[in-house]
């Protein structure tokens, strides 16, 4: 269930520390901290090919290795887990390639290399959260062009991101957007926050951790510095709302988290469970006052 | 800034001059418009009226000359002066672009309303109640059904399409609009409702209009003035009852006998 217990990774002398060579960490070092100056603002990068597929993680599996440190500890989630294909794999990559110490804990970890969710517990100073981002440019589906975007981004007309909104009103008669919600960062930029549920929006918003994301095939950087302001766009008249659930959580009771719904049998059954993980685990183990309210049948 | 000059033309045309490579697109065109004019520009195909429009309309800058518009707060100024931002912005505000084919002017894969509202949203506008209200006004002021606000452009027919690139142009009430063949492509029944339309629009807003057409019918019906351009140069130009019953140019002589009668 937990790295720990999985046979022991051995690091491998081959290759270089955390796989990339110096030259290409130093490039993208240089990238993220450009990204850092302009919050928000999307940099070019010189993508590697990763030895796994566009898709899996490439952007933040790169941006991971140039920031990584032998004295760091890795946490990777992929949909809030710790125990998915892609959280596992990954996190098995760079205890191969860099021998660094992995955790499955929110609060002792350095890094954080995530896929879909930001983790329940709130981060703290000195923590960086590395996102990987399929899709950076937030405008992207209604204008196609770069070119364009680059100048709606440099000339900040940013009018277009509220067709999207206005006509997810139109049709569904509130804002249905629930994941890759845009976001203004410090009031300039618009930005894609990566395919995290709206519901982690509010977590972006003057965040004490540095957020840093990394898109591998669209070769884009961006940064989210610690402690800058992340509003979500809306209407005045239909403000930014996260979603809410009707049951807590089946296993430890939360009813404050991001909750995925599990399938348990053919017959319909199904119940409500935290997405992260360990969050979960945690209140599991300890003394959990509130009672699920209802358990799997 | 200086207000808007009121004695000074909305838009003042000066030895306008665009080549493409060695080839002459634009040579020595000069005019200027008056707040609520529409001047109609004809000519056959490759005369330079579309390369005219481009650079009337910021698309394309000139390589001689200056187009200057009366600026709603500064007065006259060169647009090709102005920052980009600025001329973006200026596009989006106090000028209207209709283009000839629908479907360049208008966003094909967001509904109607969307259409419509887009640049108030790009203005600042905020609040979903009173867009809503603004495109469904707007709907009704260029003729499309109401209930047709969430569709998308592409159910819509040909002259449906123009309309709507019409109202979405001048939803911020422009004071200047650019009308790239807005009939070409439209059954004579359409023609005529869009033709009607645009007239009692533009008289009601009081807008100024530059007309590109190789319609005669369309200029007569609309512009006050007309200009007609040969090889990229303008021949002759003037009153648009007085240019069409008494041509003094050969070209333009040509041009209204090879007009089919009914």
Known sequence: ?297 | MAPSDASAPLLQVDAVRRCYGTRVALDQVSFELWPGEILAVVGESGSGKSTLLHVLAGLQAPDGGAVRFNLRDGGPHDIYCLTEGQRRALTRTDWGLVHQNATDGLRMNVSAGANVIERPMALGERHYGRLRRLALEWLERVEIDPSRIDDTPTTFSGGMRQRLQIARNLVTLPRLVFLDEPTSGLDVSVQAKLLDLLRRLTRQLGLAAVLVTHDLAVARLLADRTMVMQRGCVVEAGLTDQLLDDPAHPYTQLLVASVLPP
Request: hydrophobic share 35%.
């Open chain 1, 1 to 297: 269930m937990t790295a720990a217990q999985q046979a022991p990774v051995v690091r491998d002398p081959h290759v270089n520390f955390a796989y990339l060579d110096e030259r290409t960490k130093r490039m993208i070092r240089r990238a993220l901290l450009k990204a850092v100056c302009i919050p928000g603002h999307q940099v070019p990068f010189g993508s590697r090919e990763m030895p796994l597929p566009y898709g899996w993680g490439t952007g933040g599996i790169q941006v991971t290795a140039a920031i990584l440190g032998p004295a760091d500890t890795l946490k990777v989630i992929d949909q809030g887990a710790d125990d998915t294909v892609n959280a596992v794999n990954i996190r098995r990559f760079f205890q191969r390639t860099a021998g660094i110490a992995v955790t499955t804990d929110t609060t002792r970890a350095d890094i954080i290399q995530t896929r879909h969710r930001i983790p329940e517990t709130p981060l703290r100073e000195g923590q960086i959260l590395v996102y990987q981002v399929p899709a950076p440019e937030p405008m992207q589906r209604l204008e196609p062009r770069r070119s364009e975007t680059r100048k709606l981004h440099g000339l900040a007309e940013y009018g277009l991101m509220h067709v999207k909104l206005y006509e997810d009103i139109a049709r569904y008669g509130h804002i249905a957007t629930t994941y890759d919600y845009p976001v203004l960062v410090n009031g300039r930029y618009v930005m894609s926050p990566s395919p995290i549920p709206k519901f982690d929006n509010p977590k972006m918003h003057r965040s004490p951790a540095l957020q840093l994301f990394g898109a591998g095939r669209e070769k884009r950087i961006y940064a989210v510095p610690p402690y800058t302001s992340v509003a979500s766009l809306a209407f005045d008249d239909h403000p930014f709302s996260v979603q809410r659930w009707e049951s807590a959580c089946a296993l430890c009771g939360a009813t404050d988290s991001f909750l995925d719904e599990w399938i348990t049998d053919d017959q319909g059954a199904r119940m409500f469970v935290c997405s992260d993980s360990h969050y979960c685990a945690t209140r599991q183990a300890g003394a959990v006052s509130t009672e699920p309210s209802h358990g799997p049948e």
